[in-house]
């Protein structure tokens, strides 16, 4: 799985760039520090993971889910970060700072969304109850750099247990391979405190043990080849009769699976092989009735008609879906853009100011009204666009790319260099960042307020970076 690749084979970057644990470490992690490693991970994975899914339909689905079972857990105002990683494993990971990874393989394996939330809540509760940063702090004999080795390794490990092997080896600690599994104690915990979130938040409390026993079931049958996330979090018959029990004392409660479960599902499914293998599976589920949802089925071809360049097709096939009166982002935003590959920019950009009426925290609308104001050569109403958004999310680093994208096809390059400047420092990439400000400084094409606001920026990032230094040397001294 490319994420361990990257997480086992950098594990002695990371540990020169993650922040210092100093005596920390030594006794317990803050909740800052916890989050400014698992914000360095994470910033890795999405920049140099082909794996990492880079798209907003699926990110918002996750993080929706995610943020209501957080709503509903034991640190409700706890900053959470939910991302998706294409990989036909069954597996999910919590990182420090409340950074949770799950694979297509788990969104695509989970029969309801109960069953995915069981998952998200369990992983969601090892976050909340400290256990990542609990079982490395117990090794307080280790130095900084294992310690940070330790980390990787145990991440690397949640997603693919050859590679962690790498990473433990270049750790040098055999007591560290005890380490890369949660211990039963935590599993049980990460058990309770997550059924309690699940049926805190309105789920179906038997989710969380239909998936893992089908795991359990999958792992009787492979044997030495089980599911990642069994190897990683051991199901003991315990802790399957500990969950058993909890859901039978519960009392009964059906959850209808939300629409956008079944059309993130489609969309996965679609974008996985050829299109022309997608296009004749998603007819032949039409034409069988073969279908958990017929809107997302009709969801998945249009989506591959789309992939196979047949505008005229896919526009068919969304008039069809729409009739059924779905309500989604997901519809709006693909009828949208099946509107914009047939040529009819107006009528796409029309669909997007409707959609965004109703769905206004839809980034998925909001990247693509942008990228369509982009292409219609509308840069002026694109930049009142992106400046309204940067109100509300002022840490988006895709926004501040789009503006960076719009003030380029306008010429101004003062802005276009200041905005991709603050783009990659969103991803922690602080050298780009200041580069590009030094390009910023050298265009010429700003004002005096404009060009102070760039030399201004520039120091601030330049002692930035000296105090990086001085910590990387104090650390080596």
Known sequence: MAIAVSLGSSSSLLADELPELGDAARADFSPQLEYQIGQRIFNDIRLHES????????TDYVNLLGGRLVAASSNPAGDFRFFVIRDNAINAFAMFGGFIGVNTGTLLTAQSESELAGVLAHEISHVTQSHLARQIAREKQSSIATMITMAVGVLAARSNSQVASAAIASAQAGSIQAQLAYSRDFEREADRVGFQT????????HGMGDFFGRLQQAGRLYENNAPVYMRSHPLTVERMSDMESR???????QVADSLDFHLVRAKLRAQAGTPGEKISEFRRQLREKKTASEAATRYGLAYALLRAKDAAAAQKEIDALLALKPSSPMIAGLAAEIRAAGGDRAGALTIYRNALQRYPQSKALVYGYAEALLDGRQYQEGLRFIDSQLQLYSSDYKLYALQAKTFAALGKRLQQHRAQAESYLLLGQL??????????QQAGD????EQSQVDARLRELRKRQMDEEKEKKKSGS
Not at 51 to 58: A, E, G, H, M, T
Not at 247 to 253: E, F, L
């Open 446 to 449: 700003g004002n005096f307020f």
């Open 431 to 440: 050298a780009p960042a200041v580069e590009q400000l030094q390009y910023a």
């Open 51 to 58: 794996s990492y899914v880079d798209d907003p339909d699926v």
């Open 198 to 205: 699940m049926s805190k938040a309105g789920y179906d409390v």
């Open 247 to 253: 859901a039978q004392s519960a009392p009964y409660r």
